[in-house]
């Protein structure tokens, strides 16, 4: 943990561009509009703005506690950002300027203090009928809200999940593809080796299957852009791609 920004050419597998800072860099993610900024959530208790052509901080937001996960929607107007006490923060960011602003700070979904490790915006939802947001704390809290991006991303939450409390910062992801066939699925990694896909409206039994292969805690998943290859890694450095299978009849 050098406190560094990094942006790679993956084809190459080169480094291309540096950036310093003075703290931890916890997460990160590009601009979908303007793919010059860089937005970074750090150990500061800040959301920073970076011009990736130039390396230069151009604006930061200060927070009430350190940025631990962040997502945008897909206009790049908001910022979804998840603090280390599972507090979740509406911010506007202007995509000309990288100018930032409050909007709204959501605790609906937190049952006590925890750190969030996932936050993932999903621009449609069968169950909200528009757009979604998905988090997970690390206290085994997943959480599902339905997006008003007309009210500054006020989010309201529609259904959460109680899984067991995590020694490890495990991830979760949607399942965009599957949950427009029916339910709304969600995928997640698990100290116990395995991955598991719930389903978030069979609340008495949401698990509905499970992938064996790992032999250490799955910290990562996430799907490829056509949603039949799944990514799953775990704690001792071991990554497993699964491929969906297709469905008879």
Not at 118 to 137: D, E, I, K, M
Not at 149 to 159: F, I, K, N, P, S
Request: aromatic share 8%; net charge positive.
């Amino acid at each position: 943990m050098d406190k560094s920004v990094r942006v790679w050419d993956i084809g190459k597998g080169h480094c291309i561009r540096v950036v310093y800072g003075t703290t931890l860099q916890l997460c990160i993610r590009f601009h979908p509009v303007n793919n010059n900024f860089l937005l970074v959530g750090n150990a500061n208790k800040e959301i920073t703005v970076i011009n990736f052509s130039t390396g230069r901080l151009i604006r930061k937001l200060a927070l009430e506690s350190e940025v631990t996960a962040i997502d945008t929607d897909h206009t790049g107007q908001f910022i979804f950002a998840g603090d280390f006490q599972g507090c979740i923060h509406s911010i506007k960011v202007n995509s000309h300027t990288g100018a930032l602003s409050r909007a709204h700070r959501n605790h609906s979904g937190v049952k006590r203090k925890a750190p969030t490790t996932t936050v993932q915006f999903r621009t449609f939802s069968l169950l909200a009928r528009g757009p979604v947001l998905l988090t997970c704390t690390k206290d085994g809290s997943l959480s599902f809200f339905s997006v008003s991006l007309e009210v500054g991303g006020y989010l309201t939450l529609r259904c959460s999940l109680m899984l067991a409390p995590r020694a490890w910062n495990i991830q979760a992801s949607f399942c965009p593809l599957l949950s427009l066939e029916k339910g709304e699925f969600i995928v997640s990694g698990s100290e116990d080796s395995n991955v598991y896909f719930y389903d978030l409206t069979r609340p008495k039994h949401p698990c509905v299957n499970k992938l064996q292969g790992h032999g250490s805690p799955v910290i990562g998943v996430a799907w490829n852009h056509g949603e039949n290859l799944l990514a799953s890694s775990d704690s001792g450095g071991l990554v497993i791609v699964w491929k969906r299978a297709k469905m008879e009849g």
